[in-house]
């Protein structure tokens, strides 16, 4: 047995345990996990790109089975219902050769409609009406219990942390490529092009689609089309993409210069760099994540200052909220299952944290803990929708920041985990 399926082995046994817990807790005789379904496009027979539920691929590490199940009992073997039907239009879902295999009864289904539920309490998790769950005679999604099923991947198992490991690495590889077709004056979409065929993977398959953006595009946070002509200049790429291993997301970004960007515009991704690997140095259990943000702020004032963007002291640059103009975003988030993990903004308890009021976009409020996989991304960017509104403040080097307009946006991002040493950083760092 290799260390990889002894690390699920273990993964597993503690897992189940877990669910077995929290059933006896919330008074459940069991909880069956509904995998979703694709969604079809209006007036076609054809589907939406499908990815599974979470708490599915926490426990099968599959994301892209549909209409599938998984049935977790007390005092019995869980089982897989898992749907694969013969179809001659279609190649039948099938399982990997991995150890949790064993450890479900598997039963190949045909059916869309969800299985039979034993005597019993039972509740159904997913996309489930109430309706539905109803006529199933479960409880559809109770909070209580969904509650303890999202704080079971808030801190990481061995395995799990391999699986996040091995994403990121296989990722890298992806950005590496990309970079090459930037450098060599791709348009967007070659770019895109070299990402997927460094990590191997189809679109569909990643855990989100990728953003891809040449020059002022970077300064789009989450934009969404790939040019097929590239521009007449190369001022910068920012790339933001990740691969899925077993189930388990990468989600790395980063920012590099063109052939003619400005010289103002390095030092700045540098200073970008440099905030990025302080914060990460700062990550440790106990320590606050919305400290962190704050600190994100303070950092990102004293590059504006230093980079001559803004005439001000550091302390003016914060009360003013002009960082939050120039990074509006929060400082990162939980990984697993999914990029955007659950149970970012509740404490262990289940009580909802919400974000600072001037800092609504936060997406993790909690204590960092060991064993948490958190980003960490901090950025800098030229959007005019949000700088107009400073318009009128002369200690804002205008000429510096509209020279800068065409360049976008910065920003770095790495997968880290939280450990009682330190920091480790599961992305690897550029040759």
Known sequence: MTECERQQHAHLDALLQAYH??????????????????????????????TAYGHFVHLTGQAHLAHSWVMVRLGEPSTLYLHSPADIWHLPAYLPEEPWVERFRVEPRKTHEPPALPPGRFAVLG????????????EANPSGLVAALNELRVRKSAYEVSCLRNANHQAMAGHLSAREAFDAGGAEFDIQLAYLGGVRQRESELPYPNIVGLNAHGGV???????????????????????RYRGYCADITRTWPG???VAEFTPLIDGVTSLQHDLIAQLAPGVSYVDLHRRMHEGLAALLVEQRLVNASIESVLESGLTQAFCPHGLGHLLGAQVHDVAGLVDATGQRRP?????????????????????????L??????????RHRPEVNWDRVDQLADHGGIRIEDN?????AGPDNLTPQEP
């Open 21 to 50: 817990e929290a059933l006896a807790v919330h008074k459940f005789d069991g909880v069956l996990v509904f995998s979703g379904q694709p969604a079809r496009h209006f007036g076609d027979d054809q589907h939406a790109t499908f």
């Open 127 to 138: 996309e489930i009406s109430d309706g539905m769950a109803q006529v199933m005679g479960a």
């Open 221 to 243: 946070l989450h934009y969404q089309h790939y040019d097929t002509v590239a521009p007449e200049k190369r001022r910068s790429l920012l790339l933001d993409a990740g691969v």
């Open 259 to 261: 052939h003619d960007s």
């Open 355 to 379: 974000p600072p009021a001037e800092h609504p976009a936060l997406r993790l409020t909690r204590e960092l803990e060991v064993g948490m996989v958190v980003t960490v991304e901090p950025g």
């Open 381 to 390: 960017y030229i959007i005019p929708m949000l700088l107009e509104t400073h």
């Open 416 to 420: 880290v985990l939280v450990t009682a």
